[in-house]
């Protein structure tokens, strides 16, 4: 697939302190992106740099092939967004609203505007100002402006907030539809690893401003996987047991008393060898890494599931 979004190094330096350092993304058309990471790890300021309100301290963005510069207003066209919360004229309804963006993008079509309204459920409140709404339908009516252009990218900074659970299964629908029917791209950030981990196509991790991973959630899921733990004092000669007497290969060493075994074995036969060897266990156990173990421990325990 083409990438239709990188960043090289990119970097934001405010009073001295990196809120991003090096971040180097790639997203490719028609994907979903999950952009993973607790509150204020960076996911806002990298958007707000991607969208040209906040200028990087360092790197470069490109966007369809071209760098972005100062003077990218084509290439800004091309793309809808939410950053942060959507503000609105709260007296004038939603479709007023939407009737106001147009006149600025230089795109009026009524038909795109009832498209998108009804595409985020928001019917029947013709009349109904904005400052009557709630934050949640302002959260729709975000996604509405965003997508009335019909853009070939979205940028959505934290769009579920505000949503109740059927809201939330309701807004995963349409970002799925965008992207399969449509061919739509989506940067969505979120630090919900349920909401994301579902929708997804490549999910980029961030915290403290890094990005620690960029992944496919197919691989992800591979990861999966039903291990063996064990707890000696005497890990060293464990290891040298696993490794030379059962000739396994998949182990893993978590710490100087911790040993993870991912390759099937009855834990009998595991057993019987470290006893013949004199190795003094504390503890054998089958345990199951799951996906959300994975991003957890790689977050250091800040997202939340």
Not at 64 to 90: A, H, N, Q, W
Request: glycine content about 8%; proline content about 4%.
């Amino acid at each position: 697939m083409t990438t239709i979004l990188r960043t090289w190094d990119l970097t934001k330096v405010y009073e001295g302190k990196e809120a991003v350092n090096n971040v180097n993304m790639n997203i490719k058309q028609g994907e979903i992106y999950g952009f993973l990471g607790p509150n204020g790890a960076g996911k806002t300021t990298v958007m707000k740099m991607m969208t040209n309100l906040v200028k990087p301290t360092a790197g470069e963005i490109e966007f369809f092939g071209e760098k972005m510069t100062e003077r990218s207003y084509e290439m800004l066209k091309r793309m809808g967004c939410i950053i942060e919360y959507p503000v609105f004229y709260d007296k004038l309804t939603a479709k007023e609203n939407l009737e106001l963006h147009g006149e600025y993008m230089g795109y009026y079509d009524p038909k795109a505007m009832k498209e998108a309204l009804e595409l985020v459920k928001l019917t029947g409140i013709d009349k109904k100002p904005v400052k009557q709404f709630s934050l949640g339908m302002k959260q729709r009516l975000g996604i509405a402006r965003a997508v009335m252009t019909k853009p070939e990218l979205l940028i959505l900074d934290e769009p579920i907030n505000g949503l109740d659970p059927l809201g939330i299964k309701e807004l995963r629908e349409v970002f799925r539809m965008l992207s399969r029917e449509y061919g739509m791209t989506l940067l969505i950030s979120s630090h919900i690893l349920g909401e994301i981990e579902q929708i997804a196509d490549t999910i980029g991790l961030i915290r403290d401003g890094v990005l620690l991973e960029e992944v496919a959630m197919d691989t992800i899921r591979s990861r999966d996987t039903d291990y063996i733990e064990l707890v000696t004092e005497e890990s060293t000669k464990a290891v040298y047991v696993l490794t030379h007497t059962l000739g396994l290969g998949n182990i893993k060493v978590m710490g100087p008393r911790t040993v993870r075994i991912y390759d099937p074995i009855p834990q009998l036969e595991l057993s019987k060898a470290l006893t013949a060897a004199n190795v003094e266990l504390e503890s054998l156990n089958k345990k199951h890494h799951s996906l959300e173990d994975y991003f957890v421990e790689l977050m250091g325990g800040e997202v939340v599931a």
